[in-house]
């Protein structure tokens, strides 16, 4: 038994869902952003500040590799999780990857106004979509399971629930 990576963009509940299911499921919980959060002593948008996205990047590589040596839990990944080919390749070794779908739509009506998330920053809808264009083949590429993400939190937990017990 492997941890449950849950992978997608920002707003589709890889958090909310994740700490929800490892409750349910009696597993740890845990969240590679607040990870390097602690390691760094810096929020994610102070470490997008100082060393820039690049920087970022790696300090989500390591976080990556960190967590993947840990007792098999429910993880929630940060929307970029997948940029890395090698990030991808970490977590299908150390378990299975869940992608929450959500549609833009709904992406945006949870991440409005959110001022955690230097990506958005500056630009707002446009970005989200065009954010969500680019990765969409590589969430897809990198996914055991694709889940709706559109509905409530009990109902994606559930159905994440569902599909991992089958795998
Ligand atoms: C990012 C998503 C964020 C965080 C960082 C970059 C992204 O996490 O890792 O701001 O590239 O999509 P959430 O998906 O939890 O918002």
């Known amino acids: ?33 607040a990870v390097i959060e602690q390691a760094s002593g810096s929020t994610i948008a102070e470490v997008f500040e100082h060393a820039g996205q690049t920087g970022f990047r790696e300090q989500e590589r390591a976080a990556i590799a960190d967590v993947a040596g840990l007792p098999p839990g429910v993880v929630a990944t940060g929307g970029g999780v997948v940029l890395d080919s090698r990030n991808v390749d970490v977590m299908k070794s150390a378990g299975s990857v869940v992608l929450l779908a959500v549609d833009v739509e709904v992406l945006a ?10 990506l958005l920053f500056e630009g707002g ?33 559930d159905l994440v629930e569902a599909a991992c017990s089958g795998l």
């Open 1 to 33: 038994m492997g941890h449950i990576w849950l992978i997608g963009m920002m707003g589709s509940g890889k958090s909310t869902v994740g700490r929800l299911l490892a409750d349910r499921l009696g597993r740890p919980f845990y969240d590679t952003d």
């Open 109 to 118: 009506e949870r991440v409005y106004g959110s001022n955690d998330r230097p």
């Open 125 to 157: 809808d446009g970005t989200l979509r065009s954010i969500a264009g680019e990765r969409d083949s590589l969430y897809r590429v990198a996914a055991d399971v694709v889940i709706d993400g559109n509905g409530s939190i009990e109902t994606v937990a």
